[in-house]
Protein backbone atom coordinates (compact mmCIF):
# COMPACT_ATOMS: atom_id res chain seq x y z
CA UNK A 1 0.00 0.00 0.00
CA UNK A 2 2.70 2.50 1.10
CA UNK A 3 4.26 2.03 -2.68
CA UNK A 4 0.48 2.02 -4.04
CA UNK A 5 0.38 5.91 -2.57
CA UNK A 6 3.73 6.51 -3.89
CA UNK A 7 2.87 5.98 -7.30
CA UNK A 8 0.12 8.87 -6.90
CA UNK A 9 -2.87 6.44 -7.97
CA UNK A 10 -1.19 4.86 -11.01
CA UNK A 11 0.30 1.54 -11.60
CA UNK A 12 1.67 0.75 -14.94
CA UNK A 13 0.81 -3.02 -16.31
CA UNK A 14 4.33 -3.07 -17.55
CA UNK A 15 4.86 -6.95 -18.39
CA UNK A 16 8.28 -7.41 -16.48
CA UNK A 17 8.74 -10.88 -19.03
CA UNK A 18 9.98 -7.89 -21.51
CA UNK A 19 12.41 -6.04 -19.64
CA UNK A 20 15.99 -6.87 -21.07
CA UNK A 21 19.20 -7.44 -18.83
CA UNK A 22 22.41 -8.41 -18.79
CA UNK A 23 24.13 -10.06 -16.10
CA UNK A 24 27.74 -9.87 -18.68
CA UNK A 25 27.80 -6.23 -18.84
CA UNK A 26 29.61 -4.26 -16.04
CA UNK A 27 30.17 -0.84 -16.60
CA UNK A 28 29.81 2.34 -14.00
CA UNK A 29 25.85 3.83 -13.51
CA UNK A 30 24.47 0.35 -15.84
CA UNK A 31 21.28 -1.16 -14.47
CA UNK A 32 17.84 -2.53 -16.36
CA UNK A 33 17.29 1.11 -16.82
CA UNK A 34 19.94 1.89 -19.06
CA UNK A 35 18.72 -0.37 -21.62
CA UNK A 36 17.13 1.41 -24.46
CA UNK A 37 14.68 -1.12 -25.26
CA UNK A 38 13.12 -1.13 -22.14
CA UNK A 39 12.02 3.35 -22.67
CA UNK A 40 12.41 3.33 -18.62
CA UNK A 41 15.09 6.14 -18.35
CA UNK A 42 12.55 8.93 -18.08
CA UNK A 43 10.14 7.23 -16.64
CA UNK A 44 9.98 9.31 -13.25
CA UNK A 45 8.14 12.16 -15.58
CA UNK A 46 4.87 10.17 -15.40
CA UNK A 47 5.13 10.48 -11.64
CA UNK A 48 6.10 14.48 -12.52
CA UNK A 49 3.53 15.39 -14.12
CA UNK A 50 0.53 13.97 -11.71
CA UNK A 51 2.31 14.98 -8.76
CA UNK A 52 2.61 19.19 -10.55
CA UNK A 53 -0.78 18.97 -11.46
CA UNK A 54 -3.49 20.75 -10.46
CA UNK A 55 -4.83 17.20 -8.79
CA UNK A 56 -1.37 16.15 -7.54
CA UNK A 57 -0.97 19.71 -5.51
CA UNK A 58 3.10 19.88 -5.47
CA UNK A 59 4.50 22.29 -5.55
CA UNK A 60 7.76 24.11 -4.97
CA UNK A 61 6.45 26.94 -2.02
CA UNK A 62 3.85 27.14 0.10
CA UNK A 63 0.83 24.07 0.73
CA UNK A 64 2.46 22.34 -2.38
CA UNK A 65 6.03 22.03 -0.69
CA UNK A 66 4.86 20.29 2.23
CA UNK A 67 2.72 17.59 0.37
CA UNK A 68 6.23 17.41 -1.40
CA UNK A 69 8.22 17.17 1.58
CA UNK A 70 6.16 14.16 2.98
CA UNK A 71 6.01 12.51 -0.18
CA UNK A 72 10.14 11.97 0.41
CA UNK A 73 9.61 11.32 3.89
CA UNK A 74 7.13 8.40 3.05
CA UNK A 75 9.40 7.72 0.44
CA UNK A 76 11.96 7.09 3.17
CA UNK A 77 9.43 5.01 4.79
CA UNK A 78 9.23 2.68 2.31
CA UNK A 79 12.37 1.80 2.05
CA UNK A 80 12.54 1.18 5.49
CA UNK A 81 9.87 -1.29 5.27
CA UNK A 82 11.45 -2.86 2.38
CA UNK A 83 14.73 -4.26 4.05
CA UNK A 84 12.46 -7.03 5.90
CA UNK A 85 10.04 -7.28 3.02
CA UNK A 86 13.16 -8.53 0.84
CA UNK A 87 15.24 -10.29 3.55
CA UNK A 88 12.05 -12.59 4.94
CA UNK A 89 10.78 -14.03 1.30
CA UNK A 90 13.09 -14.39 -0.80
CA UNK A 91 14.69 -17.76 -0.04
CA UNK A 92 17.59 -18.33 2.95
CA UNK A 93 18.35 -15.15 4.24
CA UNK A 94 21.57 -13.39 3.50
CA UNK A 95 23.82 -11.86 6.26
CA UNK A 96 23.20 -8.85 7.12
CA UNK A 97 25.95 -7.15 5.74
CA UNK A 98 25.13 -8.58 2.15
CA UNK A 99 22.10 -7.30 2.07
CA UNK A 100 22.50 -3.51 3.50
CA UNK A 101 24.55 -3.08 0.73
CA UNK A 102 22.62 -4.23 -2.05
CA UNK A 103 22.95 -1.88 -5.22
CA UNK A 104 20.54 -1.43 -7.91
CA UNK A 105 23.39 0.04 -10.38
CA UNK A 106 27.07 -0.84 -11.28
CA UNK A 107 29.67 1.22 -9.63
CA UNK A 108 33.41 1.22 -10.46
CA UNK A 109 34.42 -0.54 -7.81
CA UNK A 110 31.25 -2.80 -7.17
CA UNK A 111 28.98 -4.51 -9.75
CA UNK A 112 25.46 -4.16 -9.04
CA UNK A 113 22.89 -6.87 -7.58
CA UNK A 114 19.61 -6.24 -9.13
CA UNK A 115 18.89 -7.79 -12.28
CA UNK A 116 16.08 -8.96 -14.15
CA UNK A 117 15.32 -12.50 -15.92
CA UNK A 118 12.71 -14.17 -17.17
CA UNK A 119 10.53 -11.59 -15.99
CA UNK A 120 11.32 -12.21 -12.45
CA UNK A 121 13.93 -10.07 -10.11
CA UNK A 122 16.78 -11.86 -8.76
CA UNK A 123 19.34 -10.48 -6.38
CA UNK A 124 23.10 -11.90 -6.94
CA UNK A 125 25.83 -12.04 -4.99
CA UNK A 126 29.37 -12.52 -5.82
CA UNK A 127 30.36 -12.44 -1.84
CA UNK A 128 29.85 -14.62 1.08
CA UNK A 129 31.70 -15.19 4.23
CA UNK A 130 33.08 -19.16 2.46
CA UNK A 131 34.95 -16.34 0.03
CA UNK A 132 37.45 -15.40 2.32
CA UNK A 133 37.65 -18.49 3.99
CA UNK A 134 38.56 -20.97 0.65
CA UNK A 135 39.40 -17.81 -1.51
CA UNK A 136 37.12 -19.07 -4.50
CA UNK A 137 34.47 -16.69 -5.29
CA UNK A 138 31.04 -18.27 -6.26
CA UNK A 139 27.91 -16.64 -6.61
CA UNK A 140 24.83 -16.80 -4.49
CA UNK A 141 21.10 -15.76 -6.25
CA UNK A 142 17.77 -15.00 -4.17
CA UNK A 143 14.31 -14.25 -5.73
CA UNK A 144 12.25 -11.91 -3.88
CA UNK A 145 8.37 -12.94 -4.08
CA UNK A 146 6.13 -11.71 -7.01
CA UNK A 147 4.50 -9.02 -5.19
CA UNK A 148 7.68 -7.45 -3.75
CA UNK A 149 9.52 -7.77 -7.20
CA UNK A 150 6.83 -5.52 -8.96
CA UNK A 151 7.15 -3.41 -5.36
CA UNK A 152 10.81 -3.12 -6.45
CA UNK A 153 10.11 -2.49 -10.14
CA UNK A 154 8.33 0.46 -9.63
CA UNK A 155 10.57 1.94 -6.87
CA UNK A 156 13.44 2.01 -8.75
CA UNK A 157 12.03 2.75 -12.15
CA UNK A 158 9.76 5.81 -11.33
CA UNK A 159 9.52 6.26 -7.07
CA UNK A 160 13.09 6.25 -6.67
CA UNK A 161 14.00 8.57 -9.59
CA UNK A 162 11.31 11.01 -9.14
CA UNK A 163 12.31 11.35 -5.40
CA UNK A 164 15.80 12.18 -6.78
CA UNK A 165 14.46 15.06 -9.04
CA UNK A 166 11.65 16.55 -6.37
CA UNK A 167 14.98 16.62 -3.64
CA UNK A 168 17.03 18.30 -6.28
CA UNK A 169 13.58 20.41 -7.39
CA UNK A 170 13.29 21.31 -3.66
CA UNK A 171 16.81 22.56 -3.49
CA UNK A 172 17.29 19.96 -0.67
CA UNK A 173 20.46 18.16 -2.14
CA UNK A 174 22.91 19.87 -4.87
CA UNK A 175 23.98 15.63 -5.72
CA UNK A 176 23.77 15.55 -9.44
CA UNK A 177 24.78 11.94 -9.43
CA UNK A 178 22.63 9.30 -7.97
CA UNK A 179 22.92 7.20 -5.00
CA UNK A 180 23.08 3.27 -6.09
CA UNK A 181 22.54 1.93 -3.13
CA UNK A 182 19.15 0.35 -2.67
CA UNK A 183 18.93 0.70 1.12
CA UNK A 184 19.38 4.69 1.00
CA UNK A 185 17.30 7.53 2.53
CA UNK A 186 16.54 10.56 -0.08
CA UNK A 187 19.45 12.84 1.18
CA UNK A 188 22.15 10.36 1.54
CA UNK A 189 24.52 10.82 -1.44
CA UNK A 190 26.86 7.64 -1.50
CA UNK A 191 26.23 5.79 1.52
CA UNK A 192 23.78 3.14 2.65
CA UNK A 193 21.97 1.76 6.23
CA UNK A 194 23.58 1.04 8.40
CA UNK A 195 23.38 -2.28 10.49
CA UNK A 196 21.42 -0.58 13.68
CA UNK A 197 19.08 0.75 10.42
CA UNK A 198 18.53 -2.89 9.41
CA UNK A 199 18.06 -4.20 12.32
CA UNK A 200 15.15 -1.72 12.87
CA UNK A 201 13.69 -2.66 9.57
CA UNK A 202 13.62 -6.12 10.45
CA UNK A 203 12.01 -5.72 13.34
CA UNK A 204 9.30 -3.19 11.61
CA UNK A 205 8.16 -6.66 9.55
CA UNK A 206 7.86 -8.80 12.42
CA UNK A 207 6.35 -6.89 15.01
CA UNK A 208 3.62 -9.51 15.32
CA UNK A 209 5.94 -11.68 16.05
CA UNK A 210 6.37 -13.38 20.25
CA UNK A 211 9.95 -11.50 20.10
CA UNK A 212 12.27 -9.11 18.70
CA UNK A 213 14.39 -11.14 15.97
CA UNK A 214 17.93 -9.96 15.47
CA UNK A 215 19.42 -10.41 11.70
CA UNK A 216 21.34 -13.48 13.08
CA UNK A 217 19.29 -14.80 15.16
CA UNK A 218 16.41 -14.93 12.34
CA UNK A 219 18.92 -16.56 9.88
CA UNK A 220 18.45 -19.50 12.58
CA UNK A 221 15.50 -19.55 12.95
CA UNK A 222 14.52 -19.70 9.08
CA UNK A 223 17.22 -22.47 8.55
CA UNK A 224 15.71 -24.38 11.28
CA UNK A 225 12.32 -23.94 9.63
CA UNK A 226 13.76 -24.87 6.62
CA UNK A 227 15.68 -28.10 7.97
CA UNK A 228 12.51 -29.25 9.66
CA UNK A 229 9.60 -28.75 7.03
CA UNK A 230 11.37 -27.74 3.75
CA UNK A 231 14.14 -30.44 3.03
CA UNK A 232 14.15 -30.19 -0.43
CA UNK A 233 15.85 -27.19 -0.10
CA UNK A 234 18.72 -28.65 1.85
CA UNK A 235 18.62 -31.70 -0.74
CA UNK A 236 22.21 -32.42 -1.56
CA UNK A 237 23.18 -29.25 -4.22
CA UNK A 238 26.90 -28.64 -5.62
CA UNK A 239 26.90 -25.44 -8.09
CA UNK A 240 29.31 -26.94 -10.56
CA UNK A 241 27.29 -29.55 -11.68
CA UNK A 242 24.04 -28.57 -13.49
CA UNK A 243 21.05 -31.07 -12.94
CA UNK A 244 20.61 -31.98 -16.35
CA UNK A 245 24.30 -33.73 -16.26
CA UNK A 246 22.39 -37.40 -16.98
CA UNK A 247 24.25 -40.38 -17.76
CA UNK A 248 24.83 -39.57 -21.59
CA UNK A 249 26.18 -36.02 -20.61
CA UNK A 250 28.57 -37.52 -18.08
CA UNK A 251 29.86 -40.02 -20.61
CA UNK A 252 30.37 -36.99 -22.76
CA UNK A 253 32.29 -35.70 -20.09
CA UNK A 254 34.23 -38.07 -18.87
CA UNK A 255 35.31 -39.16 -22.83
CA UNK A 256 37.05 -35.27 -22.88
CA UNK A 257 38.68 -36.32 -20.20
CA UNK A 258 36.78 -33.89 -17.52
CA UNK A 259 35.07 -34.43 -14.06
CA UNK A 260 31.55 -33.54 -14.69
CA UNK A 261 32.55 -30.24 -12.49
CA UNK A 262 35.37 -28.90 -14.73
CA UNK A 263 33.03 -30.12 -17.90
CA UNK A 264 29.98 -27.87 -16.82
CA UNK A 265 32.02 -24.55 -15.56
CA UNK A 266 35.01 -24.45 -17.86
CA UNK A 267 33.37 -25.43 -21.36
CA UNK A 268 30.65 -24.48 -23.95
CA UNK A 269 29.72 -21.68 -21.67
CA UNK A 270 26.54 -19.39 -22.41
CA UNK A 271 28.82 -15.49 -22.47
CA UNK A 272 25.64 -14.01 -21.85
CA UNK A 273 26.11 -14.84 -17.86
CA UNK A 274 29.52 -15.18 -15.75
CA UNK A 275 31.24 -18.36 -16.13
CA UNK A 276 30.58 -19.04 -12.66
CA UNK A 277 26.74 -18.08 -12.97
CA UNK A 278 24.77 -19.93 -15.71
CA UNK A 279 21.38 -20.44 -16.44
CA UNK A 280 21.17 -23.73 -15.00
CA UNK A 281 22.31 -22.63 -11.69
CA UNK A 282 20.07 -19.88 -11.44
CA UNK A 283 17.07 -21.65 -12.26
CA UNK A 284 18.28 -24.53 -9.65
CA UNK A 285 18.12 -21.13 -6.89
CA UNK A 286 14.91 -20.31 -8.13
CA UNK A 287 13.58 -23.07 -7.49
CA UNK A 288 15.03 -22.72 -3.69
CA UNK A 289 13.32 -19.44 -3.17
CA UNK A 290 9.62 -20.52 -4.90
CA UNK A 291 9.73 -23.71 -1.97
CA UNK A 292 9.96 -20.99 0.53
CA UNK A 293 7.40 -18.54 -1.58
CA UNK A 294 5.19 -21.22 -1.28
CA UNK A 295 6.08 -22.38 2.36
Not at 106 to 112: G, H, M, N
Not at 124 to 134: D, E, G, H, L, Q
Not at 276 to 294: E, F, M
Amino acid sequence: QRARNLMLGLWPDIDLSKIRDSLATHRPGYSFLSEPDNQLQMSFKLLSRRAFSKDGGFSLKGPGRRRALQYLKDRDDLVKHMFGAIHIPSGMPARGEELRIIRWADTVASPRNIFFRQGRLMLVFSYNKATTVSNKSFYIVRFPCPIMSRVMFNYLTFIRPFSDFLARQLQLTLASTTNPHLFTLHDTKTGCFSSNACLRSLQLSTQGCGFQPTIKLYRQVAISVVKKHIPAIIASFDPNAPTEYAMFLKMLAYQTGHTIQTHSRSYALDNNYPAKLQADLIDRYYQSSLLWHQF
